[in-house]
Each structure stands twice: as C-alpha cells, then as structure tokens.
C-alpha cells in the first residue's frame, strides 16, 4: 500500500496528465478555427470560439477564457479574417501554454491585444 505523500503525488500527476489533454484538445479547436479562417468557411467560426471559451472555463483556464471571450466581440464587430482575429488566435495559443490561470494574467494577455491593435 502506498503512503499518503506517495497517493497524493500520483493523484497530482495524474491531475497534470488530465491538465495536459485539455490544453492538447484546445490547441487542436485552434488549429481547426485558423483552417476555417483560411479556407473562407467562417459560418461556424463564432460557434468554435465559443467551444475554446466553454471548454476553457470549465477546467479553469481562466486566460484562455477570457481571451477568447474577447475574440468573439471582435468577431461580432469586425468580422473572423479581421487582423484583431489572428492577434487573438496568437495570444489564445500563448494563454492555452502558460501555467499562470489568475485574473492577472488574463489582463496581461488582453493587454497585449490591445496594444498590437493600436499600432
């Protein structure tokens, strides 16, 4: 029988596996939303942003959220081939990598957005 110290490491590794997939499967709703973008074949384009944001929240990665809940504003104001688009989508795929999940750093993030849409 394992010790306590030994049972709660494996079930935190088992945790970051778990954390691991998640980030994988948003990264992969990404690339799709960029091939979308892409091929002209925006129609669900809004929908699939909502998928990232949806999933996103629902294990916590708050940034991630955020960002995309941003994105689908622009969407809604600019259309999905917008230049403010692919900021989104770049700082979506730096927010799904980060380890950070807190508030601070969603404003970061989205900070950056907004400078890069300035210049």
């Given at each position: 029988?394992?010790?306590?110290?030994?049972?709660?490491?494996?079930?935190?590794?088992?945790?970051?596996?778990?954390?691991l997939?998640?980030?994988?499967?948003?990264?992969?709703?990404l690339?799709?939303?960029?091939?979308?973008?892409?091929?002209?074949?925006g129609?669900?384009?809004?929908?699939r942003?909502?998928?990232?944001?949806?999933?996103?929240?629902?294990?916590?990665?708050?940034?991630v959220?955020?960002?995309?809940?941003?994105m689908?504003?622009?969407?809604?104001?600019?259309?999905?081939?917008?230049?403010?688009?692919?900021?989104?989508?770049?700082?979506l795929?730096?927010?799904?990598?980060?380890?950070?999940?807190?508030?601070?750093?969603?404003?970061?993030?989205?900070?950056?957005?907004?400078?890069?849409?300035?210049?």
């Amino acid at each position: 029988m394992k010790s306590l110290p030994e049972r709660r490491e494996a079930q935190m590794r088992a945790g970051m596996d778990g954390m691991l997939v998640v980030r994988a499967e948003l990264c992969e709703r990404l690339e799709h939303l960029q091939l979308l973008s892409r091929s002209r074949q925006g129609a669900d384009y809004s929908s699939r942003v909502a998928s990232i944001r949806q999933m996103a929240a629902a294990y916590g990665l708050t940034p991630v959220a955020r960002l995309a809940e941003a994105m689908e504003r622009a969407i809604a104001e600019t259309g999905p081939r917008s230049c403010t688009a692919g900021l989104y989508v770049d700082r979506l795929y730096d927010a799904i990598g980060c380890g950070r999940t807190d508030e601070a750093a969603s404003e970061a993030l989205l900070a950056s957005v907004k400078i890069q849409t300035r210049m």
